[in-house]
C-alpha cells in the first residue's frame, strides 16, 4: 500500500512539476547524428552533492525514471536508455527496501531517435527525471532545444512587416476591437448582481444591514452616507478581485485567451459547476474558512471607514456560498468572451454594483423595506434553479473541450438533448412534482412562479427540435452556445452548409488568391468561440454576405485555439514584439501570435482583409451581428483591392 501511495504521489506530482536543473541537477544536451533520418541525443548530468538521481527499478515497478519527451510524435524512440558513468544500485527504503539503480555525481544519459518525416534544424523537448535523498522522491524536468546537424528550417512567417493595420489604404472598419463589449458584460455582471441578491445568502441580510445603518448611526444624513460607503466597498472589493489577471494580462497578452480555451481548465470548470450546481441543490455547502469570516467580522469597528469596509469583506466572505457560483459563471464567462482582463474587471464591476446598489437605496429611502418580500421558501426555490443553470453552463464548458479536441463527445444534437432534460427538470421542479432537501413540504404556485413556468416551458420547447435532423434545428436565438451545425451526430446533417469552406492555412490561401486576383479575407476565429459560431450561421449564411465571401474573396479560417501540434521543422522560439520569448509548438500557436503580431488583437472573431502584396486594405473587423453592416465592410475592402 505503501508503494502505492508513493507511486499514485509520483504521478500526481508530475502534474505540477517544476524544473530542478539549478537546485538538484544540472543538464547538457547534445545531438550526433547516426545517418540520415537517425540522430543519437546525449544528456550529461551532474547531480548535487549528497542527491541522487533515479534511472530504473524492474521491481518498483519504475521502468524508466529518465525518459526524453517530445512535443513531434513524428520522433520516434530507436533504442532503449544507455547510462554511462556513476550508476549505483541500493536498496531504498520509500519502496520498501526495493532495489533503484541511481545515479551519483555525474552520468550520461543517451538514446536513437528516428525522424519519419523531415528532420528540423533543432529539436524542442524535456528530459523528464527524478531525484531522491533519504526520504525525498521529487519529479523534474528540463526544457531543452538541442541544433541538429543537417536539419532543415521549415519555420512559418509570423511578423509580416508589409502589413500595418493602423494606416490601412481605406478606413472602413472598427477602430479598435478594446471596449467593443465591456459595457455588454458589465450589464451581464449587474444582472448577476441582482440575481445574488435573491439568494438565501444575501435577501435576509439587506433589512438587517440597512437597519443597522440607519438606527445606529445617530443621523439619518450619517446612516445615509455610512449605506452608501458600505454599497461603495461591496464593489470595491469585488472590483479588486480582477485586478491580479491585469498583471497576466501585460505578462503575455495571450494569455488570457489560452487560459479560457485550454482543455484541462475547461474540464476542471466543467467539474466545478457540477459540484456548484449540488450544492445549490442543497447536498452540500461550500464555504471559505470561518476564520476569514470571524477575522473580516472582528474588524468591522475597528473605525469608521475602516469598519464599514471590513463589513463589506465580510458580507462577501459569508455570502459566497451563494454567491460564488454565480461569480464564478461571470469569471469564466468573461474570460471565454474576448480572452481580456479589462473585460473581467467590468463585468466584476457591474457584479459589485449590482449586489451593493440596493443596501444603499434602501438605507435612502427605508420606506421600500416595507415593499420587499418575505424571506421564506421560494428564496430556495431561486437557488435550486440556478443550480440547474449551472449545470447547463457545466455542459458548455465540456463542449468547448470537446470542440477543442475534436474528441466528437458532445456533437451538437447530444448538447441540445442534454440542455432539453434540464428545461424539463426545471419545469417539473417548479411545478412541485421534483423535491430538494430544503423544499417546502407543499408548494404554492402563484402568479409569479407561474410566469417562470411558462417562460421555461416555452425556452424548452424552442429548443426540442435541436436534437433533430430538420431545418427547425437550426435555433438562431441560441446560435453560438451549441456546438456549429456541422459538429452533428447525423452522417448527413442537413443544416450543414458547405457552400463556403474556408482554408485553413494561411500561405496556402495567400498563395491561391494571387492565382485568382482575389483580396485575402482572414478568419481569426477558434474553436470555442462563442461569437464565431453566431457570425458562421447568422451572417455568413446571409445570401449576399454568402455570395461575396464566395466569389470575390479568398477565406481563410486561421485557428487560435488549434491543438495540433506542427512537424517538429516547423516548431520555433519566436521573439515578439515587446521582446518576450514564446515557443511556437501547436497549429494555434502559430496563428495566436500571428493575429497579435500583425493585427494587434487576441480576441475572436476578428476580420481582415489584405492585398496580394500583404497589405491590409482596410480595418480590421470584430464580432458584428448585423449582416448588413459587414457586408458594408466586405464592398469597401473589395473596392480598395480594386483601386490599389
Not at 528550417?153 to 512587416?161: F, G, L, T, Y
Not at 501585460?250 to 489560452?258: A, F, H, M, V, Y
Not at 466545478?272 to 461550500?286: K, L, P, Q, R, T
Not at 466584476?348 to 421564506?376: E, T, V
Request: net charge neutral.
Amino acid at each position: 500500500m505503501k508503494q502505492q501511495l508513493l507511486l499514485l504521489g509520483f504521478l500526481f506530482s508530475s502534474l505540477l512539476v517544476v524544473a530542478q536543473d539549478s537546485a538538484m541537477v544540472q543538464w547538457k544536451l547534445s545531438s550526433k547524428r547516426i545517418s540520415a533520418n537517425t540522430y543519437e541525443l546525449t544528456a550529461e548530468a551532474t547531480v548535487a552533492k549528497d542527491k541522487y538521481l533515479y534511472l530504473y527499478s524492474k521491481e518498483a515497478g519504475l521502468m524508466d525514471s529518465v525518459k526524453f519527451v517530445f512535443t513531434d510524435s513524428a520522433v520516434l524512440t530507436n533504442t532503449a536508455l544507455k547510462f554511462a558513468g556513476n550508476v549505483q544500485t541500493i536498496n531504498d527504503a520509500l519502496f520498501e527496501g526495493k532495489e533503484m539503480a541511481v545515479a551519483a555525481g555525474t552520468i550520461s544519459i543517451s538514446q536513437t531517435f528516428l525522424f519519419t518525416g523531415v528532420v528540423p534544424e533543432s529539436l524542442k523537448g524535456k528530459l523528464v527525471f527524478t531525484t531522491g535523498a533519504k526520504d525525498e522522491f521529487l519529479p523534474g524536468e528540463f526544457l531543452f532545444d538541442v541544433l541538429l546537424e543537417g536539419g532543415v528550417s521549415q519555420k512559418a512567417r509570423i511578423k509580416i512587416e508589409s502589413i500595418d493595420i493602423n494606416n490601412p489604404q481605406v478606413n472602413c472598419g472598427d477602430e479598435g476591437t478594446e471596449g467593443k463589449s465591456l459595457w455588454g458584460i458589465f450589464l451581464l455582471g449587474l444582472v448577476g448582481g441582482f440575481i445574488a441578491l435573491l439568494t438565501p445568502c444575501v435577501f435576509p441580510l439587506i433589512p438587517l444591514t440597512v437597519s443597522f445603518f440607519t438606527k445606529r448611526s445617530g443621523s439619518k444624513g450619517k446612516g445615509i452616507r455610512n449605506a452608501v460607503l458600505y454599497g461603495f466597498f461591496i464593489f470595491l472589493i469585488y472590483v479588486l478581485l480582477s485586478l491580479p489577471f491585469h498583471l497576466l494580462d501585460q505578462t503575455d497578452p495571450e494569455i488570457l485567451n489560452n487560459i479560457s480555451t485550454n482543455v484541462w481548465l475547461n474540464i476542471i470548470f466543467f467539474i466545478i459547476f457540477v459540484v456548484f450546481a449540488i450544492s445549490f441543490f442543497g447536498y452540500f455547502e461550500i464555504t471559505l474558512p470561518g476564520s476569514l469570516a470571524s477575522g473580516a467580522d472582528s474588524k468591522a469597528s475597528v473605525g469608521s471607514f475602516a469598519g464599514i469596509f471590513f463589513m463589506a469583506l465580510t458580507l462577501a466572505i459569508v455570502s459566497f456560498s451563494c454567491t460564488g457560483p454565480i461569480l464564478g459563471s461571470l469569471l469564466a464567462g468573461a474570460l471565454t468572451k474576448d480572452g481580456g482582463a479589462m473585460q473581467l474587471s467590468f463585468g466584476m464591476g457591474g457584479f459589485g454594483l449590482g449586489l451593493a446598489l440596493p443596501f444603499a437605496l434602501f438605507a435612502m429611502f427605508p420606506n421600500w423595506l416595507q415593499s420587499l418580500p418575505r424571506s421564506g421558501g421560494w428564496l430556495n426555490t431561486v437557488k435550486v434553479v440556478l443550480g440547474f443553470l449551472e449545470l447547463a453552463m457545466a455542459v458548455k464548458f465540456l463542449s468547448n473541450a470537446d470542440l477543442v479536441m475534436q474528441w466528437k463527445l458532445l456533437p451538437r444534437e447530444v448538447f441540445m438533448g442534454i440542455w432539453l432534460l434540464i428545461g424539463i427538470l426545471i419545469v417539473l421542479y417548479l411545478l412541485g412534482l421534483i423535491k430538494f432537501p430544503h423544499d417546502d413540504k407543499k408548494v404554492k404556485i402563484g402568479g409569479i412562479r407561474w410566469t417562470f413556468i411558462v417562460l421555461f416551458a416555452a425556452f424548452t420547447i424552442y429548443i426540442a427540435p435541436g436534437v433533430t435532423n430538420t431545418k427547425w434545428a437550426q435555433l438562431p436565438l441560441i446560435s453560438g452556445f451549441p456546438p456549429p451545425l456541422c459538429y452533428s451526430a447525423y452522417s448527413h446533417p442537413v443544416n450543414c452548409e458547405k457552400s463556403l469552406e474556408p482554408l485553413r492555412d494561411y500561405n496556402e490561401a495567400l498563395a491561391l488568391a494571387k492565382k485568382l486576383n482575389k483580396p485575402l479575407l482572414i478568419d481569426f476565429t477558434g474553436w470555442a468561440c462563442v461569437n464565431c459560431r453566431r457570425m458562421e450561421e447568422n451572417v455568413w449564411t446571409d445570401p449576399t454576405v454568402l455570395a461575396m465571401m464566395k466569389n470575390d474573396f479568398v477565406v481563410v479560417s486561421l485557428y487560435v485555439d488549434e491543438r495540433k501540434v506542427l512537424p517538429a521543422a516547423q516548431q520555433q522560439t519566436f521573439t515578439t514584439k515587446t521582446g518576450g520569448k514564446k515557443q511556437i509548438i501547436t497549429v494555434g500557436d502559430l496563428w495566436a501570435t500571428f493575429q497579435s503580431e500583425n493585427f494587434n488583437a487576441v480576441a475572436q472573431p476578428q476580420y481582415a482583409i489584405i492585398s496580394l502584396d500583404e497589405k491590409a486594405l482596410t480595418k480590421t473587423k470584430a464580432y458584428t451581428p448585423d449582416p448588413r453592416e459587414f457586408q458594408k465592410w466586405l464592398e469597401c475592402g473589395l473596392k480598395a483591392f480594386g483601386e490599389k
